[in-house]
């Protein structure tokens, strides 16, 4: 099982569309938890921390669930300019690391 | 203020050449970052440095990668004898120091492998 694993992509979605992305982990000692943007052939870029109170910046929610080893991001009322590429990253205990997913791609149709 | 920067931003080299790929981190930034990133991957974790010393670094592939901080703001990732496989997008990210700091990462060097 890789350590980290998201939904595969694409999703294409109509503006207006809520949509939520499922990310797993496997390293049950994980602590730090993030999701990433990435456009295309540009680099990653912080869109969110994820706390375990789960936590909301305007219309995107992220969640985690430490007994189920998940973390999730819901994107409401999604807008054109939210096409992307959505990474999740984690890092271990006491670890600098970033171990991040493959990344589930995002159109979001007129 | 400015962020991350890494030059060049493209580099085609032939197979076992050598080649340097340079970051400059966020100004007071002490933990700078190294991953690699493949087409359809997300990034792979390389090298970490806090300061002069690299902390970790464990995600170096083999001998022929290496990276140098010895000032403890810019840094060098080294690669000896190419190879095609190591043909990648190699990210560079620093953070203030601290395990919960986000890595802010720079646009990356193309690199290719003829």
């Known amino acids: 099982r890789k350590e980290v694993e998201q939904d595969p992509g694409p999703f294409n979605v109509p503006e207006g569309a809520t949509v939520a992305f499922n990310c797993t982990y496997s390293n049950s000692a994980s602590q730090s938890f993030f999701w990433y943007r990435q456009d295309c052939r540009k680099e990653p870029k912080l869109l969110m921390s994820v706390y375990s109170s789960g936590n909301e910046d305007g219309r995107f929610t992220a969640q985690l669930n430490r007994a189920s080893q998940y973390i999730s991001l819901l994107i409401r009322d999604s807008k054109l300019s939210d096409s992307a590429t959505y990474l999740c990253a984690v890092n271990g205990a006491g670890s600098y690391q970033l171990t991040f997913g493959k990344g589930t791609k995002l159109s979001v149709i007129p | 203020g400015a962020g991350v920067s890494q030059t060049p931003s493209n580099k085609v080299t032939e197979k076992g050449k050598y080649v340097e790929l340079r970051c400059d981190p966020i100004?007071?930034?002490?933990?700078l970052y190294w991953y690699r990133q493949s087409l359809g991957q997300g990034p792979e974790f390389l090298i970490y440095?806090?300061?002069?010393?690299?902390?970790?670094d464990s995600g170096l592939p083999n001998d022929r990668f290496f990276a140098v901080r010895p000032e403890g703001s810019v840094s060098t990732l080294k690669i000896q004898r190419t190879e095609r496989g190591d043909s990648a997008v190699y990210l560079c990210?620093?953070?203030?120091?601290?395990?919960?700091?986000?890595?802010?990462f720079g646009p990356g060097t193309r690199l290719t492998v003829l």
């Open positions: 440095f806090q300061g002069t010393g690299a902390a970790d």
């Open positions: 100004s007071g930034h002490t933990a």
């Open positions: 990210a620093s953070s203030l120091g601290s395990l919960q700091d986000t890595q802010y």
